[in-house]
């Protein structure tokens, strides 16, 4: 059975910092593209960062670039986005998500991601 679950999500002020964790379990997770993606609410879905299998092609949005790192362990399958220099608009639930198709550039849209976690809710606000 697949497995994705998310933490480390909470409420930080302004400028601060949380790293979120997922942990994959159910398939071959070097084998799968792994990404964040989030929702604000009352909007859609918006991808955020996106790594391959092997860990060394790493995309992210323009809103949280230079802001944010995407990383994974394959040995321990787990996924990590270090989230610093917060905003407000950063403010939504947070999904780790999992595509298992063989390519070489990111993809932004949701279908294209098999397994998807429950998420976890990360709330900037002063």
């Known amino acids: 059975e697949v497995q994705l679950v998310e933490s480390g999500g909470g409420s930080v002020q302004p400028g601060g910092s949380l790293r979120l964790s997922c942990v994959a379990s159910g398939f071959t997770f070097s084998n799968y593209h792994m990404a964040w993606f989030r929702q604000a609410p009352g909007k859609g879905l918006e991808w955020v960062s996106e790594?391959?299998?092997?860990?060394?092609?790493?995309w992210y949005a323009d809103s949280v670039k230079g802001r944010f790192t995407i990383s994974q362990d394959n040995t321990k399958t787990t996924l990590d986005l270090q989230m610093n220099s917060l905003k407000p608009e950063d403010t939504g639930m947070y999904y780790c998500?999992?595509?298992?198709?063989?390519?070489?550039?990111?993809?932004?849209?949701?279908?294209?991601?098999?397994?998807w976690g429950p998420g976890t809710q990360v709330t900037v606000s002063s």
């Open positions: 790594v391959n299998g092997v860990g060394d092609k790493k």
């Open positions: 998500v999992a595509d298992g198709r063989p390519r070489c550039i990111a993809s932004r849209y949701p279908a294209d991601y098999t397994y």
